[in-house]
């Protein structure tokens, strides 16, 4: 059965702290792997991964995909408290999520 | 401006009075899907649709219909809605390929 995990499922740092967030995946026809947002309302869109080992960036935010792994890492540098909310990542073909992971940053 | 269209936004009903949730898209986008979303469990998928008049069963399809007579509308419909379908519901869509998907502003169904 395909499954996508994420880890961990909730994390609380302070303002200024780096984070590193998982996603591993067993997926029988895997093209790409999204990484998406989500605070009180609708996920919004960050990164798509493809190739692995190519790096995407936006601002304090990256991620690279690992295909021999399986598995995706999100990185947010800096944290602001502007950066709390749920992340998820989910798997293409079919847009399974995981179960995302809830991160709270304390000023 | 591009977008997915849910109605409605909130919905409180009582159980067994049948429901339907509308879901529209304005990209001519081939697939569309729902999901609901609860405490812990991310986004479960309830059905998808590849394209006009195919669709299939998601992880979570026990109690829902869908239909997709349109390419731009995909509604989610409980024929007999029960507590445990209680839920925060979303709608999805995207376009052939690998692309990413555009969400509805969701729609909070409580059943009592």
């Known amino acids: 059965e395909d499954k996508v995990v994420q880890s961990p499922l909730s994390l609380v740092v302070h303002e200024g702290d780096t984070v590193t967030l998982n996603c591993s995946y067993e997926?029988?026809?895997?093209?790409?792997l999204l990484w998406y947002k989500q605070e009180k309302k609708a996920p919004t869109f960050l990164f798509m991964l493809?190739?692995?080992?190519i790096e995407k960036k936006s601002g304090r935010l990256s991620s690279i995909l690992d295909k021999k792994e399986l598995s995706s890492i999100l990185n947010i540098t800096a944290t602001q408290t502007g950066d709390s909310a749920i992340y998820l990542c989910?798997?293409?073909?079919?847009?399974?999520f995981g179960a995302g992971t809830r991160l709270t940053v304390k000023p | 401006e591009a977008q997915v269209t849910q109605n409605p936004r909130y919905l409180i009903t009582v159980t067994g009075k049948k429901l339907t949730v509308t879901c529209s898209q304005n990209?001519?986008?081939?697939?569309m899907s729902w999901y609901r979303q609860d405490p812990g469990l991310g986004l479960r998928q309830i059905y998808y649709?590849?394209?006009?008049?195919?669709?299939d069963k998601g992880d979570v399809p026990e109690g829902y219909k869908v239909s997709r007579k349109e390419k731009r509308n995909f509604p989610l419909i409980l024929e007999s809605p029960s507590p445990n379908q209680t839920s925060l519901y979303f709608c999805?869509?995207?376009?052939?390929?690998?692309?990413?998907?555009?969400f509805g502003q969701g729609t909070r169904l409580t059943v009592v």
């Open positions: 999805a869509s995207r376009g052939t390929g690998v692309t990413e998907a555009f």
């Open positions: 997926v029988t026809n895997f093209r790409s």
């Open positions: 649709s590849m394209n006009v008049e195919v669709t």
């Open positions: 989910a798997v293409l073909y079919g847009m399974r």
């Open positions: 493809t190739s692995s080992g």
């Open positions: 990209m001519n986008h081939e697939y």
